[in-house]
């Protein structure tokens, strides 16, 4: 059973950077779009960003990250990258990925990780 692996996560000022990784373990990402996701405590999960099936393809991020995060994939490399910058604490949850078939929704979303924890506090 295939799944996305996620990695790099951790504890940052606010201010600060992250680059998160996905990696597709046991399945092909040909074809399929990618979506990050993250869920704080307390609080349902949300869409972050997603990305097309082709490099050049289409992009979407949420209002609340619209110019500080950054989506983008290695298809030879079967990940995906989110680079977070200018953290704020509200950034603060745990973030996994999937593969999804429209935005932001999470409908028929596929091959979950465990996800990886980033925490923004001074």
């Known amino acids: 059973q295939g799944r996305f692996v996620e990695s790099g996560g951790g504890l940052v000022p606010p201010g600060g950077s992250l680059r998160l990784s996905c990696e597709a373990v046991?399945?092909?990402?040909?074809?399929?779009?990618v979506g990050w996701f993250r869920q704080a405590p307390g609080k349902e999960r949300e869409a972050v960003s997603a990305?097309?099936?082709?490099?050049?393809?289409?992009?979407h991020y949420a209002d609340s990250v619209k110019g500080r995060f950054t989506i983008s994939r290695d298809n030879a490399k079967k990940t995906i990258y989110l680079q977070m910058d200018s953290l704020k604490e509200e950034d603060t949850a745990v973030y996994s990925c999937?593969?999804?078939?429209?935005?932001?929704?999470?409908?028929?979303?596929?091959?979950w990780g465990e996800g990886t924890q980033v925490t923004v506090s001074s």
């Open positions: 990305v097309g099936f082709n490099r050049d393809g289409t992009y």
């Open positions: 999937a593969t999804v078939e429209a935005w932001p929704s999470e409908y028929n979303a596929k091959y």
């Open positions: 046991g399945f092909s990402l040909d074809y399929r779009a």
